[in-house]
């Protein structure tokens, strides 16, 4: 059963424009939820998080909502770089709770020059 | 610069054949993390140790087993590799557990075939 779900498993978007990339998640439980960005041959590394006491986090050009009661958020790259191209994973965490931290299976991000 | 290392980037072993792969961490973490991932799947926990105490995700197979000698090491063992062992390996550190606000730091991972 996976409880951090990312349904689209590649986007293509135009250099400059908006990328948007989402996740779902199943349990309540979770509070703390994360982003990692993973270029190949290299580990995953972050790059924004949330807590459930926000519905928004914003990091320069990359900003992360949450909506807590459809169990949803999602991560906003803009304007989009050509250096963005990676795989995105979105995880969640119980905070004080499971030491697991749970992944998505991760959204292919192309960006075009 | 590197602060996670993991060694061999890239290990062929044979099909029941024991395998090692080795993490290192210049960060002085607390908790170190095994993953397993196979292609276009979720990064899965297999175990983690919090300092020397050693916590087995309920789902690992015993095959896997692991070992942490000190707090800059962490050895993967796999005592009989089988073809669905194939996957990437990746090894995190991080201050405190994952129930924390505390990011992981991973490494680059190790590629695993088994032949």
């Known amino acids: 059963d996976q409880q951090v779900k990312q349904n689209s498993p590649s986007l293509s978007v135009q250099e400059g424009r908006i990328s948007i990339l989402n996740c779902d998640y199943t349990?309540?439980?979770?509070?703390?939820f994360l982003w990692y960005k993973k270029y190949p041959a290299e580990g995953p590394t972050f790059l924004i998080s949330i807590s459930s006491i926000k519905d928004k986090n914003e990091d320069g050009r990359f900003t992360v909502f949450l909506n807590k009661s459809a169990k949803h958020l999602s991560l906003h790259i803009v304007p989009s770089q050509p250096g963005d191209s990676a795989v995105y994973f979105c995880?969640?965490?119980?905070?004080?709770?499971?030491?697991?931290?749970?992944f998505g299976k991760g959204t292919k991000l192309t960006v075009n020059p | 610069d590197a602060m996670v290392i993991q060694n061999p980037r890239y290990q062929v072993t044979q099909f029941g054949k024991p395998v090692t792969l080795s993490c290192s961490q210049t960060?002085?973490?607390?908790?170190m993390y095994w993953y397993q991932q196979k292609s276009s799947q979720a990064p899965k926990l297999l175990f983690h140790?919090?300092?020397?105490?050693?916590?087995n995700e309920a789902d690992t197979p015993d095959n896997f087993q692991s070992r942490r000698p000190n707090t800059s090491f962490c050895f993967l063992d796999i005592r009989s590799p089988g073809l669905g062992d194939a996957a990437m390996y990746l090894c995190a550190t991080s201050r405190r557990l994952a129930g924390s606000t505390d990011t992981q730091y991973f490494g680059p991972g190790t590629r695993l075939t088994v032949l």
């Open positions: 960060l002085n973490h607390n908790v």
């Open positions: 349990n309540s439980m979770f509070d703390y």
């Open positions: 140790y919090y300092d020397k105490d050693f916590n």
């Open positions: 995880a969640a965490s119980a905070l004080g709770g499971s030491e697991k931290l749970v």
